[in-house]
């Protein structure tokens, strides 16, 4: 799966990871609209993981990182 392909996939499961491998946030049908908060509260600076898969598709999950960085205020 190419991941610039993603919203042909409208079943794909996105889930964000913390580096303690808590899920900061999890979705089907992923609209690019995860804005680095999780709850009501932003997240600090730092890696994030994500995973993303097919359901009933014969694929490997796609994986990488994400580097979340905020400007200063």
């Known amino acids: ?3 610039r392909n993603i919203l042909a996939y409208p ?3 996105v889930a964000v990871f913390n580096r303690y491998g808590m899920v ?3 979705t089907v049908g992923y609209q690019n609209d995860w804005d ?3 709850g009501d509260k932003e997240l ?3 890696a994030y993981y994500y ?3 097919i ?3 014969d694929v490997e999950p796609y ?3 994400i580097n979340l960085l905020r400007g200063t205020k």
Do not use: L, Q
Request: charged share 25%; net charge negative.
């Open 24 to 26: 900061v946030f999890k």
């Open 44 to 46: 600090p600076d730092g």
């Open 63 to 65: 994986t990488g990182v």
């Open 1 to 3: 799966m190419d991941s």
């Open 55 to 57: 359901p009933n598709r």
């Open 51 to 53: 995973v993303i898969t």
């Open 36 to 38: 680095g908060t999780f």
């Open 11 to 13: 079943e794909a499961e």
